[in-house]
Nanobody
Framework: QVQLQESGGGLVQPGGSLRLSCLHP???????????LAWYRQAPGKQRELVAR???????DYVDAVKGRFTISRDNARKRVLLQMNSLKPEDTAVYYC????????WGQGTQVTVSS
């Protein structure tokens, strides 16, 4: 099973920004546009939760905790999904996973985001 390739995590101070990126290494564009794309996160001792979801019909959902701070977008030219995270808080610290769901389902390996001074 192919894993999605994630990048962009790291350590940032409260109030800072990060951008996460995720792509499938072999998916072609005609497939990519049919997939729902999402970002999840899992903090230590907590269950994995949906952060933001982008549906092929242009519907976007965000968990309340990130509304107004995070933006999910899809880059069809590069066949990737992005998560722009602004005004980061310590409670955003987690491992972030991307997810493609459609004919098949794919997950990334996870990228650590740590918000700390």
């Amino acid at each position: 099973q192919v894993q999605l390739q994630e990048s962009g995590g790291g350590l940032v101070q409260p109030g800072g920004s990060l951008r996460l990126s995720c792509l499938h290494p072999r998916m072609i564009l005609s497939e990519f546009v049919q997939y729902d794309l999402a970002w999840y996160r899992q903090a230590p001792g907590k269950q994995r939760e949906l952060v933001a979801r982008f549906k092929s019909g242009a519907m976007i959902d965000y968990v309340d905790a990130v509304k107004g701070r995070f933006t999910i977008s899809r880059d069809n030219a590069r066949k990737r999904v992005l998560l722009q995270m602004n005004s980061l808080k310590p409670e955003d610290t987690a491992v972030y996973y991307c997810n493609f769901r459609g004919r098949n389902e794919y997950w990334g390996q996870g990228t650590q985001v740590t918000v700390s001074s």
